[in-house]
């Protein structure tokens, strides 16, 4: 057990140096400040999405799974519609919602992956800037006269994951085009039904 205890305080002791470091690049203490919350948001954002990248290469086989079988589902159930077979209907409705919530809260909870480093971010950031306060300028509804680091670090952290959402398309790691192909050649992906196609074709499209 003191073997654990010491390799992680270890750890804790580089990972402090390491993020420290960034904090003392400048002399000016504030602009230290704000630059080195600037590079920690950066390595959230990037371990974030680093690991639900990971999960997303792992879950896709179950998620495109999940994602067919609700379709087919659905088509079952309009098609039953179509034949006026309302038992059919109500059976193949309920089993196409239940896939679809599974689907829905799998891809939550894989996005959800990628914010698991903010908390230890804002752990870190309280052993060793609990101290350091900033009066607003302006009065900001729901928010007090005086704010902490984390007034600093959380807003920062959004703007950066909208600005690393806009860049995921030029960057080689996160764009769809390296992603693994689930289609077996000759294998075709069951398209949705719409209601839309049915009033089009004034039945199931051919």
Known sequence: M???????????????????????????????FFFGTFILTLWCTLIGELTALGLGRMNRGYLKKLEQESIRLHNLSVKAIIHKDK??????????NEAWGKFFFATIAQGAASLWPVPFALAWMHTRFADIEF????????????????????????????????????????????????????????????????????????
């Open 2 to 32: 003191q073997d654990i205890h010491g390799l992680l305080g270890t750890v804790f002791l580089w990972l402090d140096m390491l993020l420290i470091s960034a904090f003392r690049l400048f002399a000016n203490a504030a602009s230290g």
């Open 87 to 96: 038992e059919s209907y109500r059976a193949c409705n309920k089993m196409a």
């Open 135 to 206: 009066e607003l300028a302006y009065f900001i509804p729901l928010l007090p006269d005086i704010v902490g680091y984390p007034a600093v670090f959380i807003p920062m952290y959004i703007l950066v994951r909208i600005c690393f959402a806009k860049l995921k398309p030029w960057l080689p790691l996160f764009h769809g085009d390296d992603a693994p192909k689930l289609r077996r050649p000759g294998q075709e992906e069951e398209k949705m039904i719409t209601w839309a196609d049915v009033d089009k074709h004034k039945g199931l499209p051919g």
